[in-house]
């Protein structure tokens, strides 16, 4: 936990506890709702200093090491490994190039 984590673990606390005053000022001279109102409220900031002190995983992004080891580069290497020419992949898998030799001449295709 470093220096702004603490001083805003602080900020928190402190801002739940003026809330908790404020709550119990209401439930002595104000209305009842508002009361409720601030005890409610005098929570939140107290759910936030906790989830704030919980670690923290690390950021989804992209893989500097270990580029390729993983189960999607697999996939995705072997989808490259069965496509076909580049007609291929601009067509969906309806055409072929002429040089293709999965390519089935027209002639013999109807
Ligand atoms: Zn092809």
Redesign the pocket.
């Known amino acids: 936990m470093n220096h702004l984590q603490r001083l805003l673990g602080a900020l928190y606390v402190t801002t739940s506890a003026g809330l908790a005053l404020t709550t119990v000022l209401e439930f002595r001279h104000g209305p009842w709702w508002a009361a409720g109102l601030f005890a409610v409220a005098s929570l939140v900031p107290l759910v936030a200093a906790v989830r704030e002190s919980e670690p923290r995983a690390p950021a989804a992004g992209p893989r500097l090491r270990g580029v390729g080891t993983g189960a999607d580069d697999d996939v995705v290497r072997a989808e490259l490994d069965a496509a076909?020419?580049e007609?291929?992949w601009t067509s969906c898998g309806t055409e072929?190039?002429v040089t293709?030799?999965?390519?089935v001449p027209r002639s013999s295709a109807a």
Request: contains cysteine.
């Open positions: 076909c020419c007609p291929w072929h190039d293709c030799p999965r390519r």
